[in-house]
């Protein structure tokens, strides 16, 4: 198993975070005994109809959507607020299943321009930083890409019920290459892997407080810039990818776009917020509305 930057200690959190914890390691575990694909298709009913629901998911997904998209119907709100859900439970239980949703994968080829740059770039060690989002499945693509011989890092935000994360890290540490918890050693530790050569991803869409803001989706919102002066500090290619749900619920189409070029900080991280913008816009269901990435917002969840 591929170890994070920092040992593991006893997750502490309150009474309500823990008996959510069980809640999640119950389903979970009852799932399991299901066979793959129904497994995937039952936590994605399950998240949309009863979990998203209780935990106020949908509704916050249709507020963000409506900050967004303030001429949409009511329906039409809900309708894709259920389809966000539904997407977001099949990615949590794809996650913890990683060796079978590999296996489920192991026929899916990557397309897009930034094929050869990332040919190139491994053929010359370079090092290179895949920016990606909360859209589809944001595993999808690292698994494809590892199988075909790369070895991918990353940087990932603990999530905040600590019993949660003590597990839900796993999911991207028992594979891959290494993979860093956000702050500042792990930031140190992921830095120095793209330093020497490696590869690795970020997921930049999330509010990052005291960050500069950045238009997304026709708001601003509060982005990380640490992706765009990584690359720029050790001459990384900057390169978005994405693994968009199919209409099966199962399979993926991993896209590897072209690199953004080195400018400046703000200026790259304002092109990998419309590269992901304009996958958004073309199937909001994909992305998950539920995260709060405008915080402050007069109309935001």
Wanted: net charge positive; charged share 20%; with cysteine.
């Amino acid at each position: 198993m591929t170890k994070t930057n920092a040992p593991d200690t006893p997750p502490r959190g309150s009474r309500t975070e823990w008996f959510q914890d069980r809640a999640l390691r119950t389903i979970i575990a009852g799932l399991n005994l299901l066979p793959y694909k129904t497994r995937v298709a039952t936590m994605g009913s399950l998240v949309a109809h009863a979990v998203g629901p209780l935990a106020g998911y949908r509704r916050r997904a249709m507020v963000h959507l409506a900050l967004i998209y303030p001429d949409m119907d009511t329906a039409t709100r809900r309708d894709l607020a259920i389809r966000v859900c539904d997407n977001f439970g099949r990615t949590l239980i794809e996650n913890y299943a990683n060796k079978e949703f590999a296996a489920h994968l192991a026929n899916t080829l990557p397309t897009g321009d930034g094929l050869p740059f990332l040919a190139e770039a491994r053929a010359q060690g370079r090092p290179v930083i895949f920016v990606t989002g909360h859209f589809g499945n944001f595993e999808a693509p690292r698994h494809v890409l590892t199988r075909a011989g790369l070895t991918i890092g990353g940087l990932y935000r603990p999530m905040t019920n600590a019993f949660v994360d003590s597990h839900y890290k796993e999911t991207m540490t028992s594979w891959g290459g290494p993979v860093f918890a956000q702050g500042s050693r792990g930031t140190m530790g992921f830095a120095r892997h793209i330093k020497s050569g490696g590869m690795g991803t970020l997921l930049f869409d999330v509010h990052v407080s005291r960050a500069p803001a950045v238009q997304f989706l026709g708001r601003p919102a509060l982005t990380s810039l640490a992706a765009a002066e990584m690359a720029l500090r050790f001459d990384a290619l900057l390169i978005p990818y994405f693994g968009t749900r199919q209409a099966d619920g199962l399979s993926f189409d991993i896209a590897v776009e072209a690199p953004i070029a080195h400018s400046d900080p703000l200026t790259m991280m304002t092109e990998a917020s419309d590269r992901l913008g304009a996958r958004i816009q073309a199937d909001p269901a994909q992305w998950f509305w539920v995260h709060r990435r405008w915080k402050g917002e007069p109309s935001a969840a």
